[in-house]
């Protein structure tokens, strides 16, 4: 039964009839049936000219040279702005705060337990 | 930004080798006090360190080569030469435990019965789960290739959708492996077969993790448009690393799940 059910589901897709697979096939004039275009991605018409379809997004590689090639003298971590500086504080932060913790653990864990 | 009469990379000052090192000593640091004194806050600070590290220092790395264009020919062939370098230092990683391994089992002790697989261990049948792991990866092995060519000869598409399936893959790998740890008759606990056992292929499931990691930050960078036709080291040495996580699981089969059961 589910094999049934699988062969008329591969017929609705491919818009074909029962007996087609038989040979030798549709009848002489009877126009072929185009499979409806079920999994292809939207097509465009060569009139529609050159360029890609999008896909997932556009292509913002030359507007991010332009901002990391500004010559500022700033430091590639840092030549986004804002974000860039709130993250390295952040990180800063943590790593002097840490290794200072640090420190006073390791201090501590050597301390001779007395029993 | 100053211009150069080389083709080489003089790199900007980063503070990231600093974290970097600041978060190992936190992390190995941290370790000890848990075991110790119960506590993991340190531990865990190192691991956030580690992580911010880790994303500031390649997001740097991209800037670098994607946007302001300093990873030319020869800059590229000193990055090829670092990752083949790199992977060779965990192959080498990788043989200690096999060495282990082949160590206990090839001249099994009284105490384990004389016998390998030891006495009292119900070893996993290397014919089911362990059969479907290596056809997944063997089968992300051709989509990673495939994604490859697709990225080679221009086709966006089809270079997301094959790097997609083989992330996909290596999740259906890791998550199979889960389930097979939850469910295995034997423990890390148990004896030299249960150390060898979890202690290599855990490793390799690490490695299996940090591959998808790589491949994944390789497919958002697909998606930005940041690979060409030409270049996309990136990608490429994504791919080494894949290979190289194969091939090991094919090792970790025919060595422990096959030879010694």
């Known amino acids: ?115 | 930004m100053a211009h150069q009469a080389h083709a080489y990379h003089m790199v900007d000052p980063s503070p990231w080798p600093l974290t970097g090192a600041i978060a190992a000593l936190l992390m190995t640091s941290g370790l000890a006090v848990w075991f110790h004194f119960h506590s993991t806050t340190l531990m865990i600070l190192g691991t956030i360190l580690l992580l911010l590290t880790m994303f500031q220092w390649w997001r740097d790395v991209v800037r670098e080569g994607t946007f302001q264009g300093h990873h030319t020919p020869p800059v590229q062939k000193g990055l090829r030469y670092g990752m083949i370098l790199f992977i060779t230092s965990e192959v080498f990683f990788f043989l200690g435990f096999f060495w282990a391994f082949y160590h206990s089992s090839l001249a099994p002790t009284p105490e384990l019965g004389g016998c390998w697989p030891p006495t009292g261990i119900t070893t996993l049948d290397p014919f089911e789960v362990p059969l479907l792991n290596t056809a997944v990866l063997l089968a992300s092995g051709v989509t990673v290739t495939w994604a490859h060519h697709s990225i080679m000869e221009g086709e966006r598409k089809q270079a997301i959708q094959s790097l997609t399936l083989t992330i996909a893959l290596g999740f259906y790998f890791t998550f199979l492996q889960a389930m097979e740890y939850y469910e295995a008759p034997f423990t890390i606990a148990d004896g030299v077969y249960g150390s060898t056992f979890f202690v290599a292929t855990g490793f390799h499931g690490l490695h299996v993790i940090i591959g998808s990691m790589f491949l994944a930050v390789c497919l958002l960078r697909q998606i930005h448009f940041h690979f060409t036709s030409e270049h996309h080291f990136g990608f490429e040495a994504a791919a080494w690393y894949w290979h190289f996580v194969d091939v090991v699981w094919l090792f970790l089969y025919i060595s422990i799940y096959w030879w010694g059961s």
């Not at chain 1, 029962?18 to 991605?41: A, E, K, M, N």
């Not at chain 1, 800063?92 to 864990?109: N, P, R, S």
Request: proline share 9%.
């Open chain 1, 1 to 115: 039964t589910l094999q049934l059910i699988q062969n008329a589901a591969a017929r609705v897709l491919t818009g074909t009839r029962t007996r087609d697979h038989i040979s030798p096939g549709l009848r002489p004039g009877v126009p072929s049936v185009r499979p409806p275009p079920v999994f292809v991605s939207p097509t465009k018409l060569a009139s529609e000219a050159g360029s890609q379809v999008e896909y997932l997004g556009a292509n913002r590689v030359p507007d991010l040279q332009k901002v990391f090639q500004r010559s500022d003298g700033v430091p590639v971590h840092l030549k986004r702005g804002l974000i860039d500086k709130l993250l390295y504080r952040t990180t800063m932060g943590l790593t002097v705060g840490g290794a200072l913790y640090c420190l006073v653990a390791l201090y501590i864990a050597a301390q001779p337990r007395n029993k």
